[in-house]
Every structure is written in C-alpha cells, then in structure tokens.
C-alpha cells in the first residue's frame, strides 16, 4: 500500500498527515505559521513531513495552498494571502525534503478528496462548491481536476450572474459570490435591517447589538422568522442559478456543496437551490439532472485531497 | 498511417469523407438525408462510408450528430431534430457497417478538428463557440473534450448572463444564446428600428422591405453606420462578459470562434469582446489572460473531428 | 346642475354620453367607427353628440382619444392608431358641434373618472394602472392630471425595470409593460411551457391546443397550478416593482388597478404586488404606504371621465 | 412688492435671507447649528429673522428642512439628521416669529427656484436632479410642486433601476442613487483599482494614497485618462437611463442638474445622460425630447425658494 503525506498551508496554521489509499489519515502533524514570513512556512511543511516520515514511509508529498496553481503543479502563481507570485513552492520543497512534491490548489485538492472519499464518490464530472466567507470550488470533468490554461480554472465565486449587480471584493460587480456567500448573506441582512427594521427584529435581537451575521440569519431562521427564511431562500434561488450555468459548462452529475453556510444552513439553502437549478435548466425533460448534496469531509478534506491527488501524479 | 472516416450527420445532408492524422480530407462522398426518416439517415450513412471504404482502407467511424450524446459516445440520448430518443446509434450504426462507430456531438466534433487542426493546436484548455442562428460550443480541459454527466456539457448558449432578460428558445430568460447569437441579432435591430426608426434607416435601406437580420446589420457597419455598429458593440460585450464567467469555470487559454457571424463580422465583434472579457475578468494582473481568434475550419470541420476522435478513441 | 357630453373614441367603435356632476350617465349613444377614416370619425363624434342634444342640454363636450394629446387639450399630436399628427381635433370637432370640445388621452379621462367617482375619491395624489393588452395609467398629482411637456405622460408601461430585459414592443429593453400585461403575461406562459412542459399540463390543458393565453394562466391558477400560481405571483412582484418607483417618484396615496388582468386575477395578484411594494419601498417605517385597490368603473370610465375633465376645464 | 424670508435648515448651518419677487436676496444671517439640539434650531431660525426683520418689512417666512413634509406645509414628518418626528415645525416656529411659516422640503424648495428663477424658468413640466453625495430631486407638473400623499414624493434616488443591483444606503438594491451620485461614483472607482490596478494608476495617483473620491475620477478624467472617462460615460449612461423613467411618468420638458458632480463633471457626464436618455426613450419620433442642462443657482437656492414659495403659498 502506498502512503502519501498531504499537507494544508492554510492562513495560519500548516496540517499535514499520512493518507492510505482508503483516504484515511494515519497520523497528523500541525504548526502554526506567520503569512509574513514565506522561508518560515517552507521550514514548517519540511518540518512536519519530517515528523511524519519517522513513523510512517510515503513515496510523495502533496501539498495544498491557497492561489493559483501552474497546470504542472509546481509553482504557485500567485497567492492572495503569501507573497509567492511565480514561486516554485514545489521543487523549493522537494529540496529540502527529498521526496516529490506535488502542488494542488487548496479548492481542488478539497474537492479531489470529496471525489474520491466523500460525496462525489462515482461521479466522474462533479462540481463541488465551499460556501464560505467567499464562494470557492472546483471543478472535475471525466474524473479528472480541471486546472485551466493559467491554474485559474474553478474561481466558480467570480462566475458573473447579475449585469452591474452588487460589488464584489474583486472589485467586479454582479460576481455569484457577491449573492452566495457568508459575507454576502450577512451584507443583504444588514441591508435588510435597513430597509426594513420592524421585519428584522428577531435577527438583530440574536446579533445582539453586533452587526447581523450568517449565523443570526440562520438561528432566526430556525425560529421560523419570515425575513431570515426569505433571505435564505433567495440565496438558493442565486445558489441554483449559477449552478444552472454550471450545467451548460461542464454538465456536472452532482454538486457537492460545502463549508461553513452549508454546514450551518443546507437544509435551508440546498433544496430551494435545487428548484431554482431546475426551474433556470435549458433542455429539461431532455437530459439528466444533477444532484445538490451537503460535503462528507470537513478540514481535513485539504489535506487528504493533497495526498491522494499526489499519489496519481 | 491509421485512416478514419467522419460523418456529419446535419440537417438535410450527410456529409463524409476519409481523414488522415494530419486532418486531411482524402476523399469525401454526399448524401441528401430528411430528418423525419431516421432509418433512411443509417442507411445513407452506411452508404457513404462503403462507398469511400472502396478507395481507402479505414479502421474506425466516427459520426458526428446534433444532440446530447451519451458519455461512452455510443447512444444519441436526445436529438432535437430527428426522433432519437435513447437512440443506439453508434451500435445500429457499427452493425451496419462492421466497423467500431464512436458518436459525437456535433460541436463537440468540429471542436476537436479546430483543436487538434486549426486554431486551438497546443492549447489543451480549450473553448470553442459558434456564432450562427445560435450560440453553440464545446469546452476541452486538459486536452479532453467535455462531455459531461448526461451527454449535456457544453450548451454553452445557455449560460445565463441577464436575470430576467430576453426569451430565449430554450424557454428561458437571459441566455446568453438570447444576446449572442445571429438571431438576437436581427432582433436587437429590428427592435431599434422600432424604437428609433431614424437611426436604423441604413439597416433598413439593405433589408430593402424585409426584417433586418445579421447580413444587413453588418453590411451597414461596413458602410459606418452608428447603430449598426452600436449593435455588434453590445454583441461584443456581452459576449465578453459570457467568455468571463468561462474563465472562471475552466480557465481556457484560448477561445476560438466560429459560425456565420465570427465569418462576417469577427472584425467587429471579438476586439470588443476582448476588451469586454478583460473589463469582467477577475484577478487581473494576477493571472493569465487568454486570446479570442476566429475559427480556421469552415463546414468539413464536424466531420473532421469526428474521425479523429473516433481514432482516439 | 351642469350636463357635460363625454364621448369615447375607441378602435372600432364610438361611445357617447350625458354626464352629470355624480358621474351617471343619463344617455348614451353608439357608432361604429373604421379608423381608416379619420374624417368620418369627426363626423360620428358629431353625429353622437347632436343626437344625445336633443334630449339633454349640455355645456361642453370632452373626448377621449389613444394618443398623445396637447397640454391644453385641444390637439391630438399623435395617436397611434388613427392617422392624426398634430391633428386640431378639438377646434376641428367644436366647429362642427358648435360647443367647447376638451381632448384628453383616453387612459387620463378613465382615471379621472376613477378619482371623481370611482375608487381614487379623496386620495389626491393617486395613480391609476390599466392592466390589458399593454400597462397604461395615469398620474394625479394634486388633485390635477398630469399631461406632461408634450402630452407623454403617464406612459407607464414604458417605465424601465430590467435593464437588458425582455423586449417591449416599444422596440426598447426591460419596460415594465413586457413584465405586466397581458401579452407578457401569455409570453411568459408559452415560453414556460417550452422550458417545463411536464409542469404546464394544466395551462396547456386550458388552451386545447391553441397559444396559452392570459386566461389560461388565470384558470390553472384557481384549480390550484403551481406554475400558473408562479406566474401570477412574479407578475405581482414585478407589478410592485415598479409600484415602488411611482412612490419614489409621485408618491401616490393610492394606486389603482383597472383593466382586464386586474378584473381576471387581481385576487392573485395584488395582494403579492402591495408585498413586492412594501419590500422595495425606500425610507419605510418613516414615511406612509400606499394602498392598491382594483378599480370600481368599467369600460364607461373613458367617456365619464372626459365629460366631467372637461366641465372642470 | 411683497417681501419673504426664506431659512434653509441645513446640517451645520442655518442660512436666512430677505428675497424679493424677483429671487434676489437683501439681506442675509448666518448661525451655526447642532443637529443634536431641535430646540436651539428653532430659537436659532426665530433669531435669524427676527435679525433681517429689522431691516425689512416681510410677509411670510419659508422654511426649508430636510425630510418627509406634510402635504399642507406645516409638519415635520421625518427629518433624517434632527429628532424630528411628526414635528410642527410651522407652528412652532410661528408662534415664535408672529409670522405665516411655510415649511418646506429643502430639494423642493431649491427646485422651486430653479423653476422660478433658474434655469427651469417657463418650463411647468420640469424635473431638478441634485447629485451630491446622494441623488436628490424634485419634480413639478404643470407648475406646482408634487408633495405627495405623504411628503416623500421625489424621492428621485430611490427609482430602482436594476433588479438585484447595487446595495443602496436605504437598504434596498439597485436604487437610481448606488448608480449616479458621489458616492457611487466613488465606490466604483475604488473597484476599479482591485479589479484593474493598472488602468487605474491615473486615478490612485491624484488620490495620493487616500481611497479614490469622485474629485480624482474627474481629475483624471480631464487628463484624459481612459478608465476616468469610462466611470463618468457610465454614470451618464445610467443617469440617462433614469431620466427616460422620468419622463414615462411625469413627461418633463426638461431636467436641470445641480450638485457637487454636476458642478464638476456636468460637461463629462450630461451629453452622455442626453444621448442614453434618447436611446432609452420609448415613442421617439412621435413625441417631444426634454433637454438636460445645469443648475442657474448654488447654494441659496434653498432659502430663495422656501421665500418664495411661501409667497405663493
């Protein structure tokens, strides 16, 4: 049995972990890590494979980080929250650690894991979606990760849904993550509470003086309180509208949604999502239609994907 | 070398011929066909390929056909012109001639002929558009046409770009087919006509009586017409915007576009749906910027495609 | 008491009447028109009136015309339907009638008649909506019609709310009439039927084969359709879309809704178009809201309407 | 000649002048203001009067304040910056004065200059546009000013021109005001510099390290900066996009643009409102087209016209 180590560069801690072909992690390894100080975040990743590898013999390392990723899986192109543009992160790591280093974006290396272990298990042109503070995916066509020309492929957040619709952080407009996201779900409930402060008072009574967040969306809604059911509905609504879009692009038989929003609000979120798609479907009634289902994995899906995704380097 | 025979199954023709590995036609043979006989349309098919197979010796077929195509590429899941439902197409098809038959999607096909022949050569992530009456396409990732769950991927007219925006035929609003296409088109100048009947009087001079469609549009963009070329200016943008969301799908690094009005009105059309797309596309500056080109390939292309396709098969 | 003539010039058809100052008719009368021939239109407005003198004595005639209509009431500068440009229709018809003749568009006379008698009494900034064929209306501001700069006001329908929306037959993009009418109505209809046709087995069931209609939305909708509920409560929503920038604008204390959609499904559709009102009214909780109410006269409205506009001229 | 004082009740300042039927202002007083102290403003307004009633002999005292005004003038119905709510000001201000006081709205009262005084002299049809930091206005049909039913006519900002648009202060989205006014025009600009650093350069230098602010837009934007003159086109696009709504309602014969941008930018963004008005207007060629042009007055055009319509009163 072949072992592979993953590791998961995350904003401010590395995990790493020995991963079986099963997907499982045989052990782990953890360390915090300063975005300011690149050097110190590759000590950090040698270190823990280093720790890794007493226990346990791996033929490759996978590493997961967050930006755009060479279509080789070498160099990081540019990452949003480290100061890499044009790193070559991998063959820098297999330096220092002498074993082959594969680099997958963190999005990609999530979903792989999800393919293989989790809920797209079988499903060989799978979207899989994090609703998060933003809205990352990927995107797997015939069973393989689609990287694009630029390791830009899957930015599924900036697929534009509105015409000079609500700003994005990107500095767009109109962007699907500017509608489906937790910042954009607290933004249209602070709005709300605006707009209309009578409607609003169960969700500013659970934000208690704080701005309205995701999480007073959601308790509100388990209340039963129309304003905070509308909000999530109409989430869906925009959630099943870009996956309609999804559907005419690459013709996914699921999408697993996860993170955060997910978690926290699917059962709200994912079945209006799923009318909306169907509702926004070109050639209905002619071709097959997807599934909409919640993740398998939680925060270990970065590194497990990383490994494994390594492995059939 | 390993000779194939194409068949593009269209409306009212089959068309065939024996390509080389260099994409070469060595010989061609026609047929009439009528949509509403389908047995009729295998049998002129098997027709074809005997008469070529007595000049040349081939080892595959590959048929290329409008619809939705299953992704082992043997059933026509769903044509919408002809009756198949479900069809067994390539099997029926492979019985008749004695030959292995691979089926395509018509896009799909003419897809892999501009990729591996024309204008997407070397660029393994890939988007190919037709501007004709629609807005069709065919999407590559990694050197791999995308073919999808349900034989659905790639129906890349209707991305949804307006929320309730035009009436598409699909029976949807705000398609991107309902705005890029040559019969939106027509439709956007013949309601300018309506709207500023002074300001369409060169569109309306060259429709001489008629209802203006893309010939006259273009014709009096030629001739310097500000609404006409107004028209094709929006045209431009708005396929720009589409060819942005594409980006944040599948990263291509090129586009290639083909069809009737990228043939007539290209010159107008892709600079600005090149400004457009750079206007809409997120992390620029941080990331690869793809290229927008005409198609090299003119008719033969779906046949072509369908050959080498079923040689890779 | 003050008698006034008001007289109706519709399509094909001429409708006179004696009205006194409680808005009853006392007498009426009734010509077919052919509005091929705009003389002989003159010429049956004279002949109604002279026939309706011999029994009552009136002081002014009012006419009610489709068109745009001069501020001082005396011109009709274009009518879409007759042939008359900057047409001295009142001079014209005064000379033959001998009596001071008061032009006014016709959907002006018909909500003046709605205010002096009907459900606008007392609410002196009122708008009236006429939702048929097309979305007409009127806006009284201070108790006083509004007729615009050049006879153009109140062109309600042609209030924009989707930018790059569904064409109008105005020639232009996103006028609220290609949301609310009729027509848009059994657009929306047909095309949902092309998008889902297993879920419009109820509409298409109405029309027996014939384009579904208006009428058949209204149908399935009170046997319980949910796709024909759907349309009628997306009319609703777009209905108080653009209720809400009249009160942005005018600030109406009441709107209210004539026509033969309002008569056919007004229970549907109100109640969702006062929510969609309230959900997109600015500055709520500090400012009054207006209320929406159908309207109380029929087709008599018209030449009510246009007697008592110009006994009050 | 009868003479009125005329107060604007600004958000620091109170200005008071003597102004004569001609508009011209005698004499004027000046005193600083708390928001946070209602009383002190109406001891402050009564000082101010009483100050010029020393050297003129007056009728009538106008006022002008921010907010909700009643319909009969008299009332306070919500101001947004002072603890005014269903406040008598009127009253309360005459008992203090021993004068007639007419309350009034301060855009309406800046507008009634304008239309008295200004440049809307002669047109009784007439729309005045103020973008500032927000998008004000007010509206006259047929000579008089529309108060509406509840005060809050013209609350022109607040037209919703795109359907799931941009955030707007109110709360709401897609608001006429997130398009055109400062600070809109502002924050598109600073989304610009994510989305386009380095077409933005211009901007960000003449903005000196501080976030961008409709100032540099414009600064640029007479450099020639491409970027700049692309922001303002827009905000002129929009600008006429709302206006074309204007005139489907009130039909004004012209519109008169005040305010800080209109000051600085009018000459960028005004022929590009006209030209997108015209391509927006419905019934073009048979109707008349309402010209834009600037504002006459400047900042006492709120006392001027709060003098002078209480005159009128």
Redesign the interface.
């Known amino acids: 049995m072949t072992l592979a180590i993953g590791v998961d560069i995350a904003g401010t801690k590395i995990a790493a972990g020995v991963v079986d072909e099963a997907g499982l992690i045989l052990a782990s390894a953890y360390r915090p890590t300063d975005p300011d100080r690149p050097e110190a975040i590759e000590a950090a990743v040698a270190d823990t494979v280093a720790e890794l590898r007493r226990q346990y013999d791996v033929g490759v390392v996978g590493v997961a980080a967050c930006g ?1 990723v060479s ?1 080789d899986r070498s160099t990081l ?2 990452a949003p929250n480290v100061a890499w543009r044009h790193h070559p992160l991998g063959a820098r790591l297999a330096d220092r650690i002498g074993l082959p280093v594969v680099v997958e974006n963190d999005a990609n290396a999530a979903a792989w894991a999800e393919y293989r272990f989790g809920h797209g298990q079988g ?3 799978l979207v899989v979606l994090t609703l998060g503070t933003g809205l990352g995916g990927a ?1 797997i ?2 069973g ?1 990760l ?28 109109g ?1 699907w993550e500017a ?1 489906c996201s937790g910042t954009a779900l607290a ?1 249209a409930a602070q ?8 409607g609003s008072e169960a969700m500013a009574g659970l934000a208690a003086g704080q701005p309205i967040a995701g999480e007073h969306v959601t308790g509100a809604a388990r209340q039963g309180d129309p304003l905070a059911l509308w909000l999530l509905a109409r989430f869906g609504e925009f959630l099943g ?1 870009g996956i ?11 999408v697993v949604v996860g993170g955060g929003i997910a978690a926290a609000a699917g059962d709200f979120i994912l079945p209006t999502a799923r009318q909306s798609y169907l ?2 479907l ?9 599934d909409i289902v919640t993740a398998a994995l939680g925060n270990e899906a970065g590194l497990v994907g990383a490994a494994d995704s390594a492995r059939s380097a």
């Open positions: 755009f279509p192109l540019f499903v060989d042109d995107v066509t015939g393989r689609v990287r694009g020309s630029f390791g830009a492929a899957a930015e599924l957040g900036h697929i534009k849904i509105v015409p000079s619709g609500h700003h994005c952080g990107c500095g767009h407009e962007c509608y933004k709005n709300r509470a605006v707009a209309d402060p009578a509208l309609a879009t999804l559907a005419a692009v690459t013709d996914p038989g699921r509702a926004h070109s050639g209905r009634g002619f071709r097959g239609e997807l």
